[in-house]
């Protein structure tokens, strides 16, 4: 079966860390470039970080440069959003996405409050 699977998210004051991991099963993992986007109450979904096939090339939005960290194992066929410096806007839905299938995972819920 194709498909992603998200996990890791959860509550977390503000400073926090947390580790998002998204499981991939049903096609060749290594073979496709990653993204993680989340999706806040009200608000249109955005791209926060993409990974290529091989990990070697990366990309963020403006607003998560230098506190989030996007990583893969190909091996284990997982993708990681390791997100450190979290602030209460980071607060929202995370999807793991695999651009080129037009697949998305159910999305985790990440909640940043003091």
């Known amino acids: 079966q194709v498909q992603l699977v998200e996990s890791g998210g959860g509550l977390v004051q503000p400073g926090g860390s947390l580790r998002l991991s998204c499981a991939a099963s049903g096609f060749i993992f290594r073979s496709y470039a990653m993204s993680w986007y989340r999706q806040a109450p009200g608000k249109e979904r955005e791209l926060v970080a993409g990974?290529?096939?091989?990990?070697?090339?990366?990309n963020y939005a403006d607003s998560v440069k230098g506190r989030f960290t996007i990583s893969r194992d190909n091996a284990k066929k997982t993708v990681y959003l390791q997100m450190n410096s979290l602030k209460l806007e980071d607060t929202a839905v995370y999807y793991c996405?695999?651009?080129?299938?037009?697949?998305w995972g159910l999305g985790t819920q990440v909640t940043v409050s003091s």
């Open positions: 996405n695999a651009p080129r299938l037009a697949l």
């Open positions: 990974i290529s096939s091989v990990g070697g090339s990366t």
